[in-house]
Structures are given as C-alpha cells and as structure tokens.
C-alpha cells in the first residue's frame, strides 16, 4: 500500500464493483426463470382457450367414456398415482390409486386402459367396475388403437420398444425396438402410425413416420421434448412436454405447421371432443385447458 492510500482505495471500489457485478447477474437470472414461470398462454390467431378445470397437481393424461364422463390421471411415481373421473354432473372421485406415473390413458373395448411409466409394470384395462393386466411394459407412456389392436410405447434411454397388443388371442408383439425417449404414438384413420422421439436438449425433439420397413421417416424435427400425439380430421396434434415455453402444434392435412398455443408448461394429452374443440392437459400449471377454434365473426 503507498502512502497516499491509493491501492487501499483501489481494492475496495474493485470490492463494491464486484459485489454489484454478481447482484445484478443473480437478479437477472431470477428474473429470467420468473419470466419463463409467468409467461402467458397464447393462442394463434382464429383459435382461443380457456381453464376448463383447475387445481389438478400432476395432471397428465385424459379421456372420455361413452357417458361422457372425464378421466384424468395424477402421474405420480412409486404407487402414488391416481386415476380420477369427472362425471356429467361434476362430481369428482378417485376411480383408481396405487399407479405408478400413470402417463397414458385410452377409451378402448368399452372400457379404459391406463400405462405405467413408474417402471416395469403392467398395462390396465378397466371395464365395467373391474380392472385386469393385459400385459407388461417397461416405463409405458402413449397408448393409441387401430380399433382392434393397442399400440403402447416405452420411454427409456436405450432399446425402447413400440408393442402391438392383440385383446382377442392376448398376444403382445414388437413392432419397433432400439428406441430412445420415444413419448407418444398416434395410429390415424388411414392406418398412417407416427411416433415421438424426445431427443436430447431443446430443438432435438422428432415426429417420425412408422414404416414396415424399418426406415421410419422423421416427419417432423427441431421439436422441444414432443410428448402426446393425437390424429383427428384436422391433422396430426402435438404437444411438447417443456418446462417452460412449450407449445401445442398441428400439423394439417395440407402438411402445414401450426403453432397453435405458445406459452405452455409441460403439455401433455390432447383429447379431441370435437371438429376444431379439444382438451389439453398443461401440467406445469396442473390445469386442462379447452382450446376451440373461433367463428369468423367472433375474430
């Protein structure tokens, strides 16, 4: 130190210089996550939704019976997990606990079948107050039908498999094997299959094009941990299982992409109820949503 003071001096503003540096840093970065946390849904133009139901912790997937009644499941691990119904009238009960992540859920034969993604476990099909194990999967998430066979997918980080279930002779079949995070699967009405690859980090998510060959196409990439799959009369639905800033996506039967909602938080099923109406389930916020197409004079 001189005489003067100046290198004590020194010190001490490099001292107050770097102590702001690292407030300023941290306050950005809360600021940042607060921005993601609290960013707001929206709707591309010609489409609009709403909070159908609210307080649903862990919502994940969704579906209907014949009377109308909703089910949803709570995709909680290690037997925690729960399957619920929504009568027409809204009363509320738990149809079904000890699940393990329930993940995928599918009107099928009259009843519903629930998948496990909590580890080995087997593949339920409720039907008429009783509930039986069709088969055994490893960390099975999407459910789709041909209207004969169940398709159920496995999400694992190496040798997932896509099965084929057969209800009539209750044979289980592989029809794809080798993949990685694959999440959702969708069969649409001309037979077309499609399935979802997660991929690692954001943009490395894929859509791909079931073929019999094996080659198995990627129809759509750059993707943010695609998860649901849904085909209906519209096009083929997607929604993006992201934290934060995930999207519900329509591919349309001109082969255009839309973006139909922005600013989601985990997305997870999209249950169609009707032509240009359908449900999502939004996780993050533990909330279904109903998104409807508008009216033109309602724009």
């Not at 709403?50 to 649903?56: A, S, Y």
């Not at 509930?131 to 694992?156: C, N, P, T």
């Not at 279930?165 to 995070?181: A, H, I, N, T």
């Amino acid at each position: 130190m001189t005489g003067n003071g100046l290198l004590a001096v020194s010190m001490a503003a490099w001292r107050r210089l770097l102590l702001a540096t690292g407030a300023a840093v941290l306050a950005g970065g809360l600021l940042f996550f607060a921005w993601q946390r609290f960013y707001p849904v929206t709707a591309a133009d010609g489409w609009a939704y709403r909070v159908h139901l609210d307080e649903l912790p862990q919502v994940s997937a969704l579906a209907i019976d014949r009377d109308g009644s909703l089910f949803w499941t709570r995709e909680l691990d290690s037997g925690r997990g729960s399957l619920f119904r929504r009568s027409p009238d809204g009363k509320v009960a738990e149809v079904r606990g000890g699940l393990s992540k329930p993940d995928g859920l599918l009107s099928f034969r009259g009843g519903l079948v629930v998948s496990q993604e909590g580890g080995d476990l087997p593949v339920i099909w409720f039907h008429e107050g009783q509930s039986a194990d069709l088969f055994v999967g490893k960390r099975v998430e999407g459910l789709a039908s041909d209207g004969q066979a169940l398709y159920a997918i496995e999400d694992v980080a190496e040798d997932g498999r896509l099965l084929r279930f057969d209800p009539l002779s209750k044979q289980l079949s592989v029809v794809r094997s080798g993949l990685r995070e694959a999440e959702g699967v969708a069969i649409c009405g001309n037979g077309d299959r499609f399935y979802t690859l997660k991929g690692k980090g954001r943009g490395a998510g894929t859509v791909r094009r079931w073929l019999a060959d094996g080659s198995d196409p990627v129809l759509l990439d750059e993707l943010n941990a695609p998860g649901f799959l849904m085909c209906d009369e519209e096009g083929l639905w997607i929604s993006e299982d992201a934290t934060h800033r995930a999207r519900l996506l329509l591919l349309d039967r001109s082969g255009r992409l839309q973006v139909i909602l922005r600013g989601l938080r985990s997305a997870q099923t999209v249950l169609a109820l009707a032509p240009g109406r359908l449900l999502v389930a939004e996780q993050g916020r533990g909330r279904v949503l109903l998104v409807e197409r508008q009216a033109a004079q309602a724009r």
